[in-house]
């Protein structure tokens, strides 16, 4: 019987914000007591978790002062070493404070951006003490209820600027963060800009250094949108941009729910940790969740494990799979190669010429067999355990 436990190659790791998550919900109050860093290090450590992350303001209240930060600073690093964490990664809150009501860097009003880069660049100094190495940029409030309040041209304008400064911050200060990309389609605005990972992809080459950025996508924004996460992963991978994911799962169309990996939709699960096994992705997994509001802290510790053990199971899953005589004769049977794929690999003015005069019987090649009813049986006895 293999081991389930979390492999530290796997990087694990969990915000302050997602086993911290307090229960609250839009309609109701918290149901779990507050809980400090110091006990969500701790927790984490219990359950093997390879990493803690966070937001400037998870961390350091927001009016702390300087020798109050440095205290925070100094207890939180000790709490993570302690429990033998590293700090991966690091962000700004650009959504919570008031301030970022219309927006951070897509405000209608320059103060609010200058506040926002301002905020951006002193999260940038907390990661790099504490040896972050990735940084997050999800633009909680960037969006609108109502296109008449903004020009969303002009918003891609404002946010391109305020990326290249940050990233020239980056590079003066030497501080190496790869800056990684979230992109979300609503929730907590109406609808929000660059609304899915494609949107980054795009705009990506477009910045000032686009080799420093990539992005972070997260099972349940695409999901949330009905559309299928695993092939706006595999874009991301495809164009060398895969930086850092964030791991959960979601019922499609429903609100942000934020639930525990594989536990809504297993096959898509199972799909997507094959995506990143068999393409060596080896940046950060971070469980981007929270657990129920009616978990108590021991159901919080059953949440965590739960995420890092469902990924451990399908990550055996999918050797199961890639070694199942029958079903890589089945991969092989579908993927048909022939000799006329030279032709189509360059374009040549001869090759076009020789193309044309190909004996392609459209009717002989509809003919040939798929059985995709069998691999998909046979995929979805493995992930069932019978196979
Ligand atoms: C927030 C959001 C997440 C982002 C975090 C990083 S904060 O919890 O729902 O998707 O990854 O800012
Ligand atoms: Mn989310
Ligand atoms: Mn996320």
């Known amino acids: 019987m293999a081991s389930y436990d979390p492999d530290p190659k796997m990087k694990f790791s969990f915000g302050l914000w997602t086993v911290g998550n307090p229960g609250r919900d839009p309609f109701g109050l918290p149901t779990r007591e507050v809980i400090s860093p110091t006990e969500i290090c701790n927790l984490l450590g219990e359950v093997g978790a390879w990493g803690v992350n966070l937001h400037d303001t998870d961390l350091v209240p927001i009016d702390s002062t300087q020798q109050e930060r440095d205290r925070i600073v100094k207890d939180f690093k000790k709490s993570a070493k302690e429990n033998g964490l590293a700090i991966p990664m690091c962000s700004a809150n650009l959504f919570s404070e008031p301030i970022f009501k219309d927006g951070a860097y897509t405000s209608n009003n320059a103060r609010v951006r200058a506040y926002a880069v301002q905020k951006t660049i002193r999260a940038m100094d907390l990661g790099a003490e504490l040896g972050c190495k990735y940084y997050i940029c999800w633009g909680g409030r960037e969006g609108i209820e109502s296109d008449a309040t903004k020009d969303p041209v002009e918003a891609i304008k404002r946010f391109r600027e305020c990326i290249n400064f940050i990233c020239h911050y980056n590079k003066e200060q030497g501080y190496n963060y790869k800056v990684c990309f979230e992109a979300k389609p609503n929730e907590p605005r109406g609808h929000m800009y660059f609304a899915v990972t494609g949107s980054y992809l795009a ?29 706006h992963v595999a874009q991301a991978i495809e164009a060398g941009k895969l930086f850092h994911i964030d791991l959960n ?45 009616q978990a108590d802290y021991e159901d919080v510790e059953a949440f965590a494990s739960g995420c890092m053990r469902t990924y451990m199971i399908l990550k055996e899953k999918v050797d199961r799979w890639n070694g199942d005589k029958e079903i890589q004769q089945l991969v092989k049977l579908v993927n048909q190669s022939d000799p006329l794929e030279k032709l189509t690999k360059k374009f040549s003015a001869a090759n076009a010429q020789k193309l044309k005069q190909a004996p392609l019987d459209r009717h002989k090649i509809a003919s040939e067999r798929l059985p995709y009813e069998r691999l998909d049986q046979l995929t979805m006895e493995v992930i069932m355990g019978v196979r």
């Open 203 to 231: 705009v990506i080459p477009t910045l000032d250094f686009p080799e420093m950025c990539g992005v972070n996508p997260e099972v349940a924004h695409e999901h949330m949108a009905g559309l299928n996460f695993v092939h």
């Open 249 to 293: 799962d979601q019922e499609f169309g429903r609100y942000d729910q934020d639930f525990r990996f594989g536990s809504a939709n297993l096959k898509h699960a199972f799909f997507l940790v094959k995506l990143l096994q068999d393409h060596g992705y080896n940046g950060p997994r971070q469980f981007d969740a929270h657990a129920y509001r």
